[in-house]
Structure formats: structure tokens, C-alpha cells
């Protein structure tokens, strides 16, 4: 069986794809609807496809709807370098900037959420509201991944992907199997149907996608001690100056629920915590209908109190 090509990820429906060129790499994305821009950043092990329900409810609701693929994933270019999260943010705002926006509601999840964190803080003005999925602040990150015993374990997938080339055949082994056992243990009761597991493995089978799909992580971790790494968590230090509305399945077994509780120290601007109960870490395919109703009901809102 040959392996899919990157145009796999090019799923039918109401939506369009085209590509864009930002920060020096070429990125895929799919986009639905007119009006204020709302940017959708996927996470790990998934790519644009995850917010296929969020695309159509934003654009019924009168916004702009635009799911990127990250560098390195779907139909986006895989460079060999920059899976840095300060490059990988200004991926981000550079889309923002290649669509002709002025700003955007940024919504991301997992590593799309820690993404769009460091992006409120070093391009606020690109930024109008925040929202972030299963993912705490990243200088909360850091501290549960050193500190919290609990957080460590239930992450310790991103421990093993620190060894050289055997994360990335695990991943692809068998038509990406583990890529739907990842997803099916990380979800709560709810869990995706055969289709969509199977849409996600074959993803993850595309040529050098699961390399750059682990890039990320294994910054993360061997940045901790490094200068880059410790300069990166002071830049975090500066506060995020707008509206934010954070998101977190009560049964996440991936990202604890301590772990991302008390983000908002990090927001100078109204906070909405949201606990969605019986859900894991992937609300916004377990629960599409009532996440979508927060998260329009929340962008509509003129004045989003704490």
C-alpha cells in the first residue's frame, strides 16, 4: 500500500481549500463563510479536518471560518526546521495577515492551544479574542511538566517521543493504528467513529508528517534548561490583553484539569473558564453541538465578563 500524498487531507465539503503563503512556508487551509475572522488551530495527533463541525456552525453564525493545517502537517509545507513555538505562532499570525484580515478570534487546541496562547502574547494586535482547548498556559505547562508528578505521567507520551526516529515508526506503523488508539484513550465516553479515526491515521501516514508532527514536543522538552527555552518562558511572562474563553473536558486524561485551571493569572483581560463534564480531550469532536453553542454564544458576546 503506497503512502497517501498530502492532497488526502483536501476533504470534501461545504467549505474551500486553498493554500497561502505566510512566514516563508506555504500552509493549506479550508475556509467557510464571511465575516469577522475566526482561525481554528488544530492540535496533535489530528490536522484542519478536527474543527470540520466548528467551520459550519461559525459560518451560519456570520463569521469567517479558517482551519489551518500546521507547518509539517495535512497539506502544508513540511520544512526542515522551525517547530519552535515562537516560529510556529507567527505561522499563525502570518496567515492571519496572508488573508487580508486586520485580527482574528484565534481558537486552538492541544498544541494549536499553546500555539495560540504564545501568539496572543507576542502579536496582540493580530489577535482580537483568545480561545484555548485542553491546553494551559504555557508557563503553566511548564511548571506541571517539572512539578506535578500526576501531569508528568498522564503526559508521558511526549517523554517518549523524545527518542531519535522510533516515535515516528510507531506512528506510521500499521496504517497509523496508534494515532486511533491515542485518540480513542484520550476521548471520553464519546467516542469517534471508525471513519474519523481512520481519516486521522491516514494523515498521519503521509511522508514526514510524523516527524514534524513530534518536532514540536521534543523542543519543548530539551528546551527547558537551554537559553532559547528559558528565554522563551520569560517572553510568556507578558499578559494576554484580550478576551479569553478557556475550554477543558473534566475527563481529559491528557492535560489535568489542575494543570490548566488558573491560566487566567496570565490574562489581563476578561476570563471564562469553561469545564465541560463527561467530556475528554477532545471536546470539540465529542461534544461538537455543545461546544460550538459556547464558543459562538462567547464571540458574540459584546462584554465576555470573568
Known amino acids: 500500500m503506497t503512502d497517501p500524498a498530502p492532497s488526502a487531507v483536501r476533504l470534501e465539503g461545504p467549505w474551500t481549500h486553498r493554500d497561502v503563503a505566510a512566514n516563508g512556508a506555504r500552509f493549506h487551509i479550508a475556509e467557510l463563510g464571511d465575516g469577522p475572522l475566526v482561525m481554528l488551530v488544530h492540535g496533535f495527533p489530528q490536522f484542519w479536518w478536527a474543527w470540520r463541525h466548528q467551520l459550519v456552525t461559525l459560518a451560519d453564525a456570520g463569521f469567517r471560518a479558517v482551519a489551518m493545517d500546521l507547518r509539517g502537517v495535512g497539506g502544508s509545507d513540511r520544512t526542515p526546521r522551525g517547530y519552535d513555538p515562537a516560529n510556529l505562532a507567527l505561522d499563525i499570525t502570518g496567515v492571519i495577515r496572508s488573508l487580508g484580515e486586520p485580527d482574528a478570534a484565534l481558537v486552538g487546541h492541544d ?14 494586535k493580530l489577535v482580537r479574542r483568545l480561545a484555548v482547548v485542553s491546553m494551559p498556559h504555557p508557563r503553566r505547562w511548564r511548571a506541571a511538566m517539572l512539578r506535578d508528578r500526576r501531569q508528568t505521567a498522564a503526559a508521558s507520551y511526549i517523554w517518549g517521543f523524545q527518542r531519535p526516529w522510533i516515535p515516528e515508526r510507531q506512528l506510521t506503523a500499521d496504517h497509523g493504528a496508534l494515532v486511533g488508539r491515542l485518540i480513542r484513550d484520550w476521548s471520553g465516553p464519546r467516542l469517534p467513529d471508525d471513519k474519523a479515526v481512520e481519516t486521522y491515521q491516514r494523515a498521519m501516514c503521509i511522508p514526514s508528517t510524523a516527524h514534524c508532527s513530534i518536532e514540536p514536543y ?13 528565554q522563551f518562558n520569560r517572553r510568556m511572562k507578558r499578559p494576554v490583553r484580550v478576551p479569553t474563553l478557556h475550554l477543558h473536558g473534566s475527563l481529559d486524561p491528557v492535560t489535568r484539569t ?25 471536546p470539540h469532536e465529542e461534544d461538537p453541538v455543545a461546544f ?12 465576555p465578563d470573568r
Do not use: C, Q
Not at 498544541?111 to 496582540?124: E, I, K, N, V
Not at 521534543?218 to 528559558?230: E, T
Open 218 to 230: 521534543r523542543w519543548l522538552v530539551r528546551s527547558l534548561a537551554r537559553p532559547d527555552g528559558i
Open 292 to 303: 460550538s453553542a459556547e464558543l459562538v454564544n462567547w464571540l458574540k458576546d459584546p462584554e
Open 258 to 282: 489542575r494543570s490548566a485551571a488558573g491560566s487566567g493569572e496570565y490574562v489581563e483581560a476578561p476570563y471564562r473558564w469553561r469545564l465541560f463534564d463527561g467530556l475528554g480531550h477532545f
Open 111 to 124: 498544541l494549536g492551544g499553546y500555539l495560540a496562547w504564545t501568539a496572543a502574547a507576542m502579536r496582540p
